[in-house]
């Protein structure tokens, strides 16, 4: 806890305390669970309100995994939980090599983007991703992805996660995307924010920390453009990148930056909606405490959801704990945590 407040203290975000408990901070946290045993602890915990949602991997699922989760749903529903709405219940559906449930998007976002027709492309692929989603009763999806590559090979293009090397492509097809999938009532996400486009193929915010050094003027100009699209096209959510931006913040990476998330993504474009982070765990962030301390770095930043992705219950319900410690202590502002509560409460109001 040392460690969390002098990080705190640094990013100039200590500030008064509020009296919290596990089932206020459950609804900021996405948990994660390994295989296909559909652990009882988690509808255990849905039935005290101390659940915020759960990402599905392949190997979550099987024939029961539609069953399993209207069971969380129901247990939720049935306990009279201050948080109204669903539970989030999430996975990566983006396409091509990158999918978690059976079904379409049929092509990759980078085949999407050379299609002759783009708009009609990116809908489509909608239009599956919902589809697959709903089959498995979930509804919401960490899609698209909005990274502008920069040169062939590179880390979004050698899985063809990114639609195309021109922003305007991007922006066109993610939008395109965003607005078909939520028609039929499935959330999306675009990620990474400000843009991993130009990673290299080795630079993988998942194992180790990386850099990109990009003048302002161009992640403003280049990377960030599609977040534009995206937020006019009505997004519900966006997904900060892990990696670093020094030309806005040296010291934090975008997703525990609230130069990037507060100032840029809300300030500088716009943008209303919830912000999720990244997998919490990632390599990306080694320096920066264990998996509850950067839950309450990124929530203190501006992040409303925290994903707790290491296929561990104990995982997300330690950042549960850590969450209401930060605020019951001051550590996390009161304020803070106020105004993201009241986010993600309008966002599941609308599932």
Sequence with gaps: MILLRLLLATAGLYSSALAITAADAAAHVIFSYPGTAHPARLTTL????????????????????????????????????????????????????????????TLSQKMIGQQSNLAAAGNTA????????????????????????????????????????????VAQCGAAFIKAQQAQGVVATAKHFPGLGAASASENTDLRPVTISRSLADLRSIDEAPYTAAIAAGVKMIMPSWALYPALDAKYPSGLSSKWIQGELRGWLGYKGVVITDAIEAGGLNGFGTDPQRGVLAMAAGVDIVLAAARNVSQGEGVVSALVTAVNSGALSSSTFSASTARVSSLRATL
């Design 126 to 169: 909608g239009v599956q991703a919902a589809a697959a989603l709903k089959a498995y009763r979930n509804n919401g999806n960490l899609a698209p992805v909005l990274d502008v590559y920069h040169a062939a090979g590179d880390f979004e293009d050698q899985n063809e996660r990114s639609y195309s090397m021109d922003p305007g492509v």
């Design 46 to 105: 849905a039935g005290k309100c101390q659940l915020g949602g759960v990402i599905i991997f392949k190997e979550n699922v099987d024939s029961a995994l539609p069953g399993y989760i209207s069971g969380l749903q129901s247990a939720y529903a049935s306990a009279g939980c201050a948080v109204k709405g669903p539970l989030l219940i999430l996975t990566d559906q983006e396409g091509g090599q990158v999918k978690r449930l059976p079904g379409g998007p």
